[in-house]
């Protein structure tokens, strides 16, 4: 059974800081997401991840992927206020009847403050 | 355009009614989902439906009915259903086959509570 793991779970941050959040999952899977989601609402698609070594950056958020490790990292620099939400890794179940089933991380709920 | 529209955004309902959620996409995905989204917590996969048919359930309830009238649609029956029940619920699709897979696109969600 595929288990993914964030850590964090809950982090506090000042704003212009950098931090990581870090996804271990516990099975091969060769496709990595990450979601956000603002209190109340849906999950917005941030970056997809498909093979190892796979970097993605937008704005203050970059991702990483080592599959060996089995380990996505999510770093944020310089942190401002606006990057407050709940951050969640998802990874879709290898073969070819999953269907693309994601399972997610238990998320983690990121606060940036002054 | 990545869009998955739900309606109704907020649905309060007795434990003796019935009611539908709706889901539309016009993307041309041919997987959807229906996920339930508690507070605080991660999505849990509820059904998957891959080219019209349901190719995943996830051990739901009976009172949790799913149907897909076509390749655009996603509907969720709900009857009977207990406060237990009251969540968030989530639809998705992505561009799924045996051979690949995309994205995952999500709705705004139903915001349910059963008195």
């Known amino acids: 059974e595929l288990k993914v793991e964030q850590n964090p779970l809950f982090l506090s941050m000042q704003e212009g800081k950098n931090y990581t959040i870090y996804c271990n999952y516990s099975?091969?899977?060769?496709?990595l997401y990450w979601y956000r989601q603002d209190p109340g609402k849906s999950l917005e698609s941030l970056f997809v991840?498909?093979?190892?070594?796979a970097v993605k950056q937008e704005g203050r958020l970059m991702a990483s992927l080592d599959t060996k490790a089995r380990l996505s990292t999510l770093h944020i620099t310089a942190a401002v206020h606006d990057l407050s939400a709940t951050y969640f890794c998802?990874?879709?179940?290898?073969?070819?009847?999953?269907?693309?089933?994601?399972?997610f991380g238990q998320g983690t709920i990121l606060t940036v403050h002054p | 355009d990545t869009e998955v529209t739900q309606t109704p955004k907020h649905l309060v309902m007795g434990m003796t009614n019935k009611k539908s959620l709706k889901c539309e996409q016009h993307?041309?995905?041919?997987?959807m989902y229906w996920y339930k989204q508690k507070a605080k917590k991660p999505p849990e996969l509820m059904f998957v439906?891959?080219?019209?048919?349901?190719?995943i359930n996830e051990s739901v309830p009976s009172r949790f009915s799913p149907e897909c009238p076509n390749s655009s649609l996603l509907n969720l029956h709900l009857h009977a259903l207990q406060p237990e029940d009251s969540a968030l619920y989530l639809c998705?699709?992505?561009?799924?086959?045996?051979?690949?897979?995309?994205?995952?696109?999500f709705g705004p969600g139903t915001r349910l509570t059963v008195l």
């Open positions: 998705a699709s992505s561009n799924w086959d045996v051979s690949r897979t995309d994205t995952q696109y």
């Open positions: 099975t091969t899977s060769d496709r």
């Open positions: 991840l498909l093979s190892n070594g």
């Open positions: 998802a990874v879709v179940n290898a073969g070819g009847t999953s269907y693309g089933k994601l399972t």
């Open positions: 993307m041309g995905h041919r997987a």
């Open positions: 439906y891959s080219y019209e048919k349901l190719s």
